[in-house]
Structures are given as C-alpha cells and as structure tokens.
C-alpha cells in the first residue's frame, strides 16, 4: 500500500513568505507527528495529532508556527514570516493509534530552505 | 527530561564485516521503547529494530542485532555481515509512551560500508 507522501519534495523561499508543507499519512492511521531535522542533527519533535485534535504543540518553536487535520486525515504545517534559521526537512510520520511500540512510519520529507 | 546521545559521528566497515554504533541515553522513566532508524540519502526514515525496556532478552532482526544494558543505559545496535546498501545515516530513538508517544532522537551516525 501507499506510504507516507509529503509534497512539496522541495521548497525555496524568501525570508519574511509564508509556506505550507502538506503531509498525506496512510490510510486509516489515527496518529500524525511532524518533526524538524536541521542539517547534521536528528529529527525533532514539533506536534502530535491525534485524529483531528492537535494532542500535543509542545514542540512548536514559537506562533508563526501552526499546523492543522482538519478531517483526521491530511495534515498541513504552515509557517508565517518564515526566517532563515527555518530552512531543515520537515518529516510527517504516522502510526495506527497512539501507543509507545507502534511503529511510526516516515514520510521522505520536505527540504524548506528560506533565503 | 529525556536525552539520547550518539558519540559516533562517522564510522566506516568493509562489505561482509561487522560493525557496532554505539547509543546511550538518560531518564528516569522505568519502562520505556528504544529503536534504531536508518535514513539514507532519500531522507526516508526506516526503522530497523526496537526494544521494550522491560524486555531483557535483546532484539534480533536478520543481520541486525542490539546489545540492550538498561543499568547502564545503554542500546547499541550490531549490523552483521554488511552490505553496501547498509550505508546510511544511522539514529538512536527513545520513546516512553506518556500523553504523546513522540520520539527523542540522538544526533546520528553516519555508516559508510566500503567495498
């Protein structure tokens, strides 16, 4: 079956744009995590979504950043007034429900770089 | 709070070898998940095995193999038998379930098997 999809693959922006990265989890997936990899560093948390309700933000760096499901399905993380120390691979995961031994699958990412 | 440390930045094998990558970690939770993701260059994040703390026998998935020490706090991963296709970034990941499930990731390992 189909994996974990996020478009864009790649993204070039100016500094100050705003930007939204989509991520589609696999079907039937009630769990969605979005993690930052910044260049020579391991991923990082940023959000959970447990079906439509954002569980845990804790990770967000400051309120430009937001990300929403609003049908329990695709997810969309959006960034306002985008800064260069923005620019890293934003991944989505996702996973049958909320438990620590699930596996979480990745998606390939999106490379955002803010010039 | 949790942390996962990868003291490895690099580490290089020749194709049929075994090699080990070394990962530590530090909570105070008691019972908790530990795993071993493999990205390549395509930035897709693979898992390649996982172990429930309170497990004490170690994980084996076909070449891969942990050596889990959980008074030491410590889960390294044995890749036996390499092969060129295992060359890749390597990332320790820690997870203790709570509210959210998210994973805590070391800084990684880049592995290069040489043939």
């Known amino acids: 079956g189909a994996g974990v999809s996020q478009t864009p693959s790649n993204k070039v922006t100016e500094k100050g744009k705003y930007v939204e990265l989509r991520c589609d989890p696999i079907?039937?997936?009630?769990?969605l995590y979005w993690y930052r990899q910044s260049l020579g560093q391991g991923p990082e948390f940023l959000i959970y979504?447990?079906?439509?309700?954002?569980?845990?933000d804790s990770g967000l760096p400051n309120d430009r950043f937001f990300a929403v499901r609003p049908e329990g399905s695709v997810s969309t993380l959006k960034i306002q007034r985008t800064e260069r120390g923005d620019s890293a691979v934003y991944l989505c995961?996702?996973?049958?429900?909320?438990?620590?031994?699930?596996?979480?699958?990745f998606g390939p990412g999106t490379r955002l770089t803010v010039l | 709070a949790q942390t996962v440390t990868q003291s490895q930045p690099e580490m290089s094998v020749q194709e049929a070898e075994t090699v080990t990558l070394s990962c530590t970690y530090d909570t105070s939770e008691s019972n908790y998940y530990l795993f071993w993701y493999k990205q390549p260059p395509s930035r897709q994040m693979i898992l390649v095995i996982r172990q429930e703390a309170y497990k004490q026998q170690n994980a084996t998935e076909n070449r891969f193999s942990v050596n889990f020490q959980k008074a030491a706090k410590s889960f390294s991963l044995k890749i036996s038998d390499s092969q060129l296709g295992d060359t890749a970034m390597y990332f320790c990941a820690f997870n203790y379930g709570g509210a959210t499930n998210k994973l805590i990731f070391g800084t990684g390992t880049l592995l290069a098997v040489q043939p």
């Open positions: 979504f447990q079906g439509t309700g954002a569980a845990d």
């Open positions: 995961a996702s996973s049958e429900r909320q438990a620590p031994y699930n596996e979480q699958f």
């Open positions: 079907s039937g997936h009630t769990a």
